[in-house]
């Protein structure tokens, strides 16, 4: 009896392996459910294997990330003490990543009243382990700032939280995507020219949908005038441009410029897919309900909640201060009209964004100015 048993489990092993090894169709729907570094792994078994793992990865198109907020138990910020662990279970090939860490505990700056042994805590190593995270040629984009906005990591419907104090951070991942293509720029005064701002596809670009852009040390002298050589062709163009003024970048690092210079960071995200729009909480919304018309209004550019991401570029003055002591306001009121968007950003020391929603080739709204004080850009963007 214990030898047909045998019999049978062997017979059974040998057909399961017979299938693994010849039915494609098969070995592609299992391998749909294996994160993407086991999935790497495993296209080094056989040539099916590999041919299988490859379509699987063509089809993991959706963005995803990996949040946290602290106080951190180790040595290093919160989000890159968990940032290993979670990047084993994602189910794409991160292709451009955008990290945004508080600069308080990071240390990429001292802020009043707070413990000056956390600068101790970014270090060439953080970000050094940072890179090897993620796949060679991975664009990685860091970011130090006053504050964070982020979506707990797990689901695209979970509440976004702000936080202007304490450790926060997150990490969007962007995969390659068909119809979309994503370019990365670091601009400072010695590199910044016509050539570059076209390599970037910030210029002569008729596929421009969204430009996302961060500038450091901006209050330095010529930081303006730098600046503006980014910003005047952008405010003729029909894109949306979102971002703000942050304490510091991380990475990639700068080579061409002494420390403490200014410059600019950020990606453009060019093809026919790129749906965007974009709305700005001026200084005059001061409730609830006011940023909640506001943010509404994006409603009208009829941008699909799949596959779509929203960010919010704060001043440092807004928040709950400026809602008489209400947390979480402006996030709350994103998350209540697109409850199934996460949403990301940052509270800087300026904002850069336009009040602009197209629709069928018409532009319901649209502003040129791009530099704001005391206001919110609240921005949607759909990728296909």
Known sequence: MGENQDFTSSLQENMAAEVLSNVAEVVEKILTFVPTKSLLRIASVCRLWRNCARRVLRTQQQLTWVSACGPSNTEVHALCSILAEEVEKVFLLPKTVLAMVDCEAFGQGYCYGHNKAKKSRHSLDTVDE????????????????????????????????????????????????????????????????????????????????VVLMFVYEAYK????????????????????????????????PRHCCNQGAFGVMGFTLSGSKVQAASVLLE??????????????????????????????????????????????????????????????????????????????????????????????????????
């Open 130 to 209: 940072l890179n090897l995270l993620f796949p060679k040629g991975c664009d990685i984009m860091g970011i130090a700032t006053p504050g964070i906005v982020l979506t707990p990591s797990g689901s695209s419907s979970s509440p976004p939280v702000e936080y202007q104090e304490g450790e926060a951070g997150f990490a969007v991942m962007f995969p390659s995507m068909e119809g979309v293509q994503i370019k990365p720029f670091h601009f400072c005064k010695k590199t910044i020219s016509p050539t570059a701002l076209k390599e970037a596809g910030l210029v002569d670009n008729p596929e421009l949908r």
């Open 221 to 252: 002298s010529g930081g303006a005038r730098f600046l503006d050589q980014i910003l005047e062709p952008l405010a003729k163009s029909k894109a949306v441009i979102a971002g703000g003024i942050v304490e510091s970048v991380f990475s990639p």
């Open 283 to 384: 200084q005059d919304v001061s409730t609830p309900q006011m940023a909640e018309n506001t943010v509404r209004r994006l409603k009208a550019a009829k941008i699909p909640e799949r596959n779509s991401i929203g960010f919010m570029f704060a001043c440092v003055g807004r928040g709950q201060n400026y809602y008489n002591n209400q947390s979480n306001v402006e996030a709350d009121a994103f998350h209540k009209v697109f409850p199934n968007t996460p949403l990301f950003g940052l509270f800087g020391n300026g904002e850069i964004g336009c009040d602009r929603i197209v629709k069928d080739g018409y532009t319901l709204s649209d502003t040129d100015r791009l530099q704001h004080e005391y206001t919110t850009v609240m921005t949607l963007v759909h990728l296909g």
